[in-house]
Structures are given as C-alpha cells and as structure tokens.
C-alpha cells in the first residue's frame, strides 16, 4: 500500500524529498504534485522502474512517457539535436506547461519513447516536482496517476483511489492549479505541431513561433467505428459532448436531458455557472466548472467535476463544450476524448 505524506507546496521539506528521491533512485514509484496534474514517477533512465509504471497503469506500452527535468541543463544528454528555437522555448515556456518532442540520444531507453525516435520533455513548475527530480538526480519518466483511460489525478485523493495498492509512495500537496495536462509540441517536424493541446496555449506558443500546425484529430491513426472509439480520459458514465452556445445549447442541453431521463438514465450535466438557471427545473445532478469566459478555473474543475459526476452514480453525462481559444482548445480535447465521439451540435 502507498504511503500518502503531505508535503508543502511551496516549501517541500528536504527529508520529506530525500525519502521519495531515495525510492526513484531504487527503481521504486512515488507519485508527486506538477503544476498540471499528479505525476506516476519513476527514474526515466532505468527501463526496469520505467516498466513498472506501464504495469502499475495498466497503460499500453505504445503509449510514450514525458522526460521531466528540473534544468534546460539536461537537454543536451537527452537529445541528438538541439534547435535553437527549444532553448528559446525554454527560455520562455519553462518551467510551465508545455512538452518539447526531440531526436532522442540511445541514453534514452526504449520502453520510454515505446519505441520512438524522438523523446518528449518537459520542465514542470511545482516546486516539489523540481525539488524531487533534483534530488533523484535523473530525469523523472511520469505519466498522469491514474490508470489508463480514466480521468487524470488532480488531488493526491484522485491518486490513492486509482493506484494506491500499487505504488510506493504519494506525495500530496493539494490540489493541481491548472488541472489539464501539459500542450506537447513536436519541433521534429517542419513546422512546430501541437500533438496534444494542454495548459500552455496555442495562442502563447504562437506568438514566439509564429503560426503552428495542431494534428488533426484524424492523423492520431485510423480511426475506428464511434461505437469503438478508445476512451480516454473518461469518466465511468458516458459522455456526451454538446457543441454550440446559448441560447441554441441551452435548448439542446434540456431536450437531451429530457430524452436520456425518459430513458430512465440518472442524468449528469457538466455546465457553465451561467448555464444553471436554465436548467434548474431538470431532474438531472449538475456540476458546474466555473463562469464560462474563465478557463483557467473550469480547466481546474474540470477532472474533479468527472468524478463528482461519476460518485453521484449519473449513467449519461453531458458537457458543455468551452470553445477553442486559450485553454479552451485543451478543455475540448478531452471532453471529445472522454465522448468518445459522441459529439452533439447544439445549434
Ligand atoms: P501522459 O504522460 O499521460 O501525459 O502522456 C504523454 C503523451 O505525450 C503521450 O500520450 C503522447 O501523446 C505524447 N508523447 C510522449 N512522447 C512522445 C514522442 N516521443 N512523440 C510524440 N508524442 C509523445
Ligand atoms: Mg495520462
């Protein structure tokens, strides 16, 4: 069973760091705070402990791993090329939010990459975070903590109920402040592209880059049939993503509603703070994120909003879309992931 500690945030204490840095040396897996989301760590450099994470998540072994870093020092040992634009990046990015995809050196083993070319690093800015990957002295391979295919850990709490039998130690230093995972940037190809839209903005990268290509949700591999789509991120109910705004979404939220509740479904609506009024007289659990023009609060609640969800037994959930700019586009990503294609235009 994994030992939770709590740990401050701001002042991580250094026995406290010394004890998780001694079990990642050890090839051990201690779970610890980013600024994104809680990470599963493990050294990045020891294919045996890098190992245990795929096993403790269950995650598929295609599925590649992020470098974390606490100094633009320790690129070069990782990677083949170092264009000048990442240092810029870097410099101006990191710590923060953002993953930088780059030729990877052979120190870089495998099981990291699952199999790739290229390795993917970041520079988290959590002061426990960076005071761990310190003092392990190695670059720290961490996925999100939970398993695979469930919604990602925004508290230490998040954690202990989706691996604490499986992990060795988690630290807790409340709860995340941006709450979505890290935008990850591919700069191995032409031009710069987003593979994963995340808590730095297309719109913060753009402007040190000028214009940058997202990958088409299309390009992630053929895509199968809606019914078998691969859940990600995704809550137990199932969730349907409404597009559109008021008043034609509002319209929309309470016919769906109407339709699943008829069903006999115990109904869930993920909403803005300013959606509740029209749908006060539904029979349905309502959770909402926050006012609608704040991402950066309903990208915090987001996760937490999921599980809320999931804890009130609803069987249909369904999400307002937050549109695509800023952090928008992130929130979209994984309510589309988590829908699984279910997506409805709600105008
Ligand atoms: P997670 O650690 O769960 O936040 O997921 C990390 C994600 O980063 C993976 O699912 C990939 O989408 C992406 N990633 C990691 N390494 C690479 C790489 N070498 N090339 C492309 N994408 C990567
Ligand atoms: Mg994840």
Avoid at 233 to 252: D, K, N, Q, T, V
Wanted: include cysteine; charge should be negative; hydrophobic fraction near 45%.
């Amino acid at each position: 069973m994994a030992q939770i500690v709590r740990i401050d945030p701001q002042n991580p204490s250094p026995p406290t760091i010394a004890r998780a840095a001694e079990i990642i040396r050890a090839g051990g897996l201690v779970a610890f705070p980013t600024e994104t989301v809680y990470g599963l760590g493990a050294d990045g450099l020891n294919p045996v402990a890098v190992a245990r994470i795929f096993e403790a998540k269950e995650r598929p072994s295609e599925d590649p791993l992020i470098l974390h870093i606490a100094d633009t020092d320790a690129l070069p040992s990782l990677v083949r090329e170092l264009p000048p634009l990442a240092l810029e990046l870097g410099r101006r990015f990191w710590p923060g939010p953002l993953t930088l995809v780059l030729p990877k050196k052979p120190v870089v083993p495998d099981i990291v990459t699952a199999g790739l070319p290229t390795v993917a690093v970041r520079m988290p800015a959590h002061p426990v975070a960076l005071a761990l990957i310190r003092a392990a002295g190695t670059p720290i391979a961490a996925p999100s903590a939970n398993r695979f295919g469930r919604t990602s850990p925004t508290t230490a709490q998040h954690v202990w109920e989706d691996l604490g039998d499986r992990i060795d130690l988690i630290l807790d230093a409340g709860p995340t402040s941006i709450g979505v995972e890290s935008t990850v940037l591919d700069l191995t190809r032409p031009v710069p592209t987003i593979l994963r839209p995340g808590g730095l903005s297309r719109e913060a990268l753009e402007s040190v880059l000028g214009p940058v290509a997202v990958l088409a949700r299309m390009e992630r591999g053929p895509m199968p049939a809606p019914g078998l789509f691969p859940k990600h991120y995704a809550p137990r109910a199932e969730l349907i993503l409404l597009m559109g705004s008021p008043p034609g979404l509002h319209r929309s939220l309470r016919e769906i509603s109407h339709h699943y509740t008829a069903e006999g479904h115990c109904v869930g609506l993920l909403i803005a703070e300013e959606d509740r009024s029209a749908v006060a007289d539904l029979p349905v659990e309502v959770v909402a994120v926050g006012p609608e023009d704040d991402l950066e609060t309903v990208a915090r609640n987001l996760y937490q909003a999921l599980r809320t969800l999931d804890e009130r037994d609803v069987s249909v959930i369904i999400a307002r879309d937050f549109g695509s700019q800023g952090l928008g586009l992130a929130i979209r990503d994984r309510l589309m992931r988590a829908a699984g294609g279910r997506v409805i235009s709600g105008e």
